[in-house]
């Protein structure tokens, strides 16, 4: 529901809304392509989702993206899923990523700051030639369009430099950070095939070195596609038998060589969290990231070339490759590669002062753990360049909201933004020509039909619904990888709606035109921004033979934290000792990750399950959260509907 209170935060003053390129866009628009001159977002809104073509078509002219074939039309098919962006054209990613460096050659294009919070700055012309290099030694390595390179790295430049020069060749990259465990990255590595792997030998996080060579060598014993493995020695260890030396592929003085490639011909995979069994490889294509970045990065985050932008993020979520998508914009993008709070809760606002941060990028936990630590930002660090906090991961209580307000300036834009892997954009987040109020996303985004549905599949205003979107977006999917027929893309998003996206978020749009999102609608963990399915737990947890079962849920706390219980049904015989449960810690943080070790274990009679034997977490999470169990699970579909009677006694203690 919208806030009680009509007033908002924050109101963007005259000279900010006529300066912002939003503005400037819908002025030009109108003149070249009909848009609304007046009634400013709103109206511009209306019309990008009413005149998709026309609306994409004019942000393709307006960010002079270099097509070197001509498209046939805007939308050759735009049903869902299955939408055709730019039939004909053919371009390359990583070209308009490095365009500043011709204009801006000795200006910053990276600034990387590790835990000693120095910067050390990559300049455009740098940056290019390293790219350069690397392309000419995958080509040499054999790589062509559409062979998999593969990244195990933490946020370094080396990671950025190796997403550029694949993209350059028309590979297609993936990463993971060095913090997920060798089984982690098996199930995600294993299923794309990758011919190139990139590798650290560690990395250092809170203070610490983090020796990752043994798993690095499982990795390789148990990818056989691999022709090559790069040593990046971030702990300056010596290259691991048979593999080539980073130094070495990054010598050469040499200018990259694009592959022009077709609009949807793949840029990455990202990866779903895996309730349900493996992750879902989800296939975005080169065009489709690009306009989309250019309009997200461009228009709602109004990034340019004076901006510095920092994100805090890893490899193996989305936000590390919507940060370096930053580079389209001109924009400097500030690499952070250690602890979020190290060496003190308030390190990211150090960074945010060290880089001259513009758009300053964080989850909303972090920003809770800030207000509980008492950090006091504006007190203890000049923030005066930063324009913009932004969050996500979960969504910004009004406390946070706030917080925020008072703590780094009363004038300060706070953009809470939402959005997902599976579209490696925002459906709802920053707009800077719009006011913001407490607890609320500021507007959808451009060319983004975005509806909350009852259950019935009609539009709901100021009520609780599913997030929906009813119009294809260029960066939704191209595919996933391994699904020949596309069902599991199409059961994934359009099972529910036939033909429209749904998100799996409840959300609410409220008559003002604003979004507030009330956490997920299925059963994914989100912990800091990483987000993994149960099913990653529940295969670690039950490897122990004290466990019979177990059972594992996320829940977005009123306060903005996140409480995750691992329940377990234990063997018979099997005591939850302060021996077991150090076991099962440990097992989770070394093979998962130390993010998703649970906050309490707690001993259950049995797990609840569906008639066809899946477990039922959304249930169980709603019981937990209050609702009733007559409206949070229907009894028909349940094997003993009497264990769900111990976690509804469960939440009435907590309550």
């Known amino acids: 529901m919208p806030t009680e209170n009509p007033e908002p935060l924050w109101r963007p003053d005259p000279q900010r809304i006529a300066q912002a390129q939003v503005t400037k866009f819908q002025a030009w628009a109108a003149e070249q392509h009909g848009a609304p001159s007046e009634g400013g977002y709103p109206a511009l809104h209306r019309w990008s989702v009413d005149e998709l073509e026309t609306f994409w078509k004019a942000v393709t002219e307006w960010f002079d993206v270099r097509f070197s074939t001509p498209y046939a039309r805007v939308l050759g098919d735009r049903s869902m899923p299955g939408a055709q962006w730019f039939p004909g054209a053919t371009l390359n990613y990583a070209e308009h990523a490095l365009r500043a460096a011709t204009t801006r050659p000795a200006e910053p294009a990276l600034l990387y700051v590790d835990e000693t919070h120095e910067p050390s700055p990559v300049t455009w012309s740098e940056l290019r030639r390293q790219v350069g290099s690397l392309a000419g030694e995958l080509r040499a390595l054999g790589v062509r369009p559409g062979d998999r390179v593969s990244g195990y790295l933490p946020n370094i430049p080396q990671a950025v430099v190796a997403l550029l020069a694949t993209a350059a060749v028309g590979g297609v990259w993936t990463s993971c950070a060095p913090d997920f465990g060798a089984r982690s990255v098996l199930d995600r590595f294993q299923q794309v095939e990758p011919v190139v792997l990139f590798t650290v030998d560690g990395y250092r996080y809170g203070g610490k070195e983090h020796d990752r060579r043994d798993v690095v060598a499982e990795l390789r014993a148990e990818l056989p596609t691999l022709r090559a493995v790069v040593h990046i020695p971030l702990l ?224 709901v205003i100021d009520e609780v619904g599913e997030l929906v979107v009813t119009n294809p977006m260029p960066s939704m999917p191209v595919r996933f990888w391994n699904d020949p027929d596309g069902s599991r893309y199409h059961d994934s998003y359009f099972d529910t709606y036939p033909g429209v996206w749904r998100h799996g978020d409840w959300i609410t749009v409220t008559s003002r035109g604003s979004v507030v999102i009330h956490g997920r609608s299925d059963s994914t963990l989100n912990r800091q921004g990483v987000r993994m399915g149960s099913a990653d737990i529940y295969e670690v947890v039950e490897r122990l033979p004290e466990i019979k079962e177990s059972l594992v849920i996320g829940i977005e706390q009123p306060d903005g934290g996140y409480w995750m219980p691992l329940f377990v049904h234990l063997a018979p015989g099997a005591a939850l000792d302060e021996a077991l449960l150090g076991r099962i810690k440990q097992a989770i943080r070394e093979q998962l990750s130390p993010r998703h070790v649970p906050d309490e274990v707690i001993e259950v009679p049995g797990v609840p399950h569906t008639l066809t034997g899946k477990r039922i977490e959304v249930p169980v999470k709603r019981l937990l959260q209050g609702t009733p169990l007559e409206k949070a699970v229907n009894p028909g579909s349940i094997d003993n509907l009497d264990l769900l009677h111990f976690y509804e006694d469960l939440a009435r203690k907590r309550a």
Not at 260 to 266: A, G, I, W
Not at 316 to 345: A, C, H, K, R
Not at 410 to 434: E, H, K, M, Q, R
Request: include cysteine; hydrophobic fraction near 40%.
């Open 236 to 459: 300056g260890t010596e290259p691991p038998q048979g593999a080539l030396e980073w130094s070495a592929l990054t010598a050469a003085d040499a200018a990259p060589v694009f592959e022009q490639v077709p609009f949807d011909h793949p840029l990455w995979v990202l990866y779903s969290s895996g309730t349900t069994g493996l992750p879902k490889a989800i296939v975005q294509s080169q065009g489709g990231i690009l306009v989309e970045h250019l309009k997200q990065l461009g228009l709602h985050c109004d990034l340019g070339p004076e901006d510095r932008f920092f994100w805090y993020t890893s490899t193996g979520w989305m936000m590390w490759n919507f940060l370096v998508s930053g580079l389209l914009t001109g924009t400097t993008i500030v690499l952070y590669d250690g602890s979020p709070g190290y060496p003190d809760t308030g390190a990211q606002w150090r960074i945010a002062e060290r880089t001259g941060a513009t758009l300053y990028g964080t989850s909303a936990a972090y920003v809770m753990a800030c207000r509980k630590a008492e950090v006091h930002p504006a007190r203890d660090f000049d923030l005066s360049k930063v324009q913009c906090v932004a969050t996500t991961g979960s969504p910004l209580p009004p406390d946070g909201f706030r917080w925020l307000h008072d703590e780094v300036r009363d004038n300060l834009w706070i953009a809470s933004v939402s959005g997902g892997t599976d579209v490696c954009s925002c459906f709802a987040g920053a707009v800077p020509t719009l006011p913001v109020h407490t607890g609320e996303l500021q507007a959808p985004g451009l060319g983004t039909d975005l509806q909350s549905w009852d259950a019935n599949g009609h539009p």
